[in-house]
């Protein structure tokens, strides 16, 4: 086993150089999923619960159609927003987007706490608007003192 994970290290290195630095590094769930399921496919080879070649072969594939996605999605807003969603708006000029903030299943106290973690302010009063990002994360932008 100690054999198998040494060569996977290798090859694994390899598949994540081919699915490119934005899988490990975004973290959308389209980037997640190539995350999980490298991890998952490839540890099946390193244990010896699969046979090695095969698998090898399914992480190559799974690193290979996301790398496709990615490319379609740069070149097409339709899939780019099937595949990661859209930025949405929670907080605009003094008012709560309450139905954006239902779809991201944010309360108030989550949005309050990414407002202070984000941006460093302490109310979102100091905020001109408020989105919750295709990351999952909640960006801010201030007001212009």
């Known amino acids: 086993m100690g054999c198998r994970a040494f060569v996977m290290f290798f090859i694994t290195l390899g598949l994540i150089r081919l699915s490119g630095m934005r899988a490990f590094g975004t973290k959308s769930a389209f980037d997640n999923i190539i995350v999980i399921m490298l991890g998952a496919v490839l540890s099946r080879a390193v ?6 070649f095969p698998t090898v072969v399914a992480g190559f594939v799974l ?3 996301h790398k496709v ?3 379609i999605s ?3 807003d339709i899939v780019s927003d099937i595949v990661k969603t859209k930025s949405l708006s929670l907080y605009k000029d003094g008012k709560l987007n309450k139905k954006n ?7 108030m106290g ?3 706490c990414g407002v202070r973690h984000n941006a460093n302010i302490a109310s979102i ?12 994360q909640i960006s801010v932008v201030k ?3």
């Open 125 to 136: 009063d100091e905020a001109e608007e408020i989105f919750m990002e295709r990351t999952g």
């Open 110 to 112: 989550d949005l309050i």
């Open 143 to 145: 007001k212009k003192e």
């Open 47 to 52: 244990i010896g619960a699969s046979p090695f």
């Open 63 to 65: 690193c290979l159609t």
């Open 101 to 107: 903030m239902r779809l991201c299943e944010l309360t």
């Open 74 to 76: 740069m070149n097409s």
């Open 69 to 71: 996605i990615a490319i």
